[in-house]
């Protein structure tokens, strides 16, 4: 099932180390089928006080998802992003095509 990388970036340092993770990270999504659903974007906050950048990436699966975010590559520029940005990141599982909010109640 698809699974979701969830961030929000806030206080971003833009400066040399920003940039390298930015030059990076493509190259360690591809092993893992990831791509960029939402990257920053105009945001319209109807509800409570969200703030900042909001980055989603899409995967073909859970397992993926988290070795993704778990693999050697990807903990290798990590420090480069975490050093210059206060972020909350999250992995969600999507729900089947169809799914309709009754369905939790199953």
Not at 28 to 47: D, F, K, R, S
Request: hydrophobic share 40%; charged share 20%; aromatic share 8%.
């Amino acid at each position: 099932m698809t699974a979701y990388a969830i961030a929000r970036l806030q206080d971003v340092t833009m400066g040399p180390e920003i940039v390298e993770y930015l030059e990076s990270i493509d190259a360690t999504l591809a092993p893992y089928c990831g791509h960029y659903l939402i990257h920053g974007g105009a945001t319209e906050v109807l509800e409570g006080n969200w703030q900042g950048d909001t980055i989603m990436l899409g995967f073909p699966s859970l397992e993926q998802a988290r070795a993704w975010y778990h693999s050697e590559a990807y903990r290798r520029i990590l420090p480069l992003r975490t050093a210059n940005a206060v972020s909350d990141v999250i992995l969600v599982e999507g729900v089947p095509q169809g799914h309709r909010g009754i369905d939790i109640l199953d």
